[in-house]
């Protein structure tokens, strides 16, 4: 499961980006991972990732107020420092 970013997290800035789904590059924070993820994807819980596609939109059940998806580990291009 990932959580998906706004423009705002992803500059980490003070300065207030207008944050619409057509212009959003698609970063997120891995949240959960499956029990059968292989290691050589490079990635784990609580990475920062880049995304391409789209994925399956979660429920908000703890009111973050976040955008959540699941997607397969293939969409996640690369692991962002």
Not at 27 to 32: F, G, H, N, S, T
Not at 65 to 77: A, E, N, T
């Amino acid at each position: 499961m990932l959580e998906l970013l706004s423009a705002q997290e992803m500059l980490s800035t003070k300065i207030i980006v207008n944050d619409t789904k057509q212009t959003r590059d698609f970063q997120a924070i891995v949240l959960a991972t499956g029990p059968m993820l292989k290691e050589e994807y490079g990635f784990k819980v609580g990475d920062r990732v880049l995304l391409s596609g789209s994925g399956v939109p979660v429920p908000d059940y703890n009111n973050s107020g976040k955008d959540k998806v699941l997607m397969d580990p293939q969409s996640i291009r690369a692991v962002l420092s």
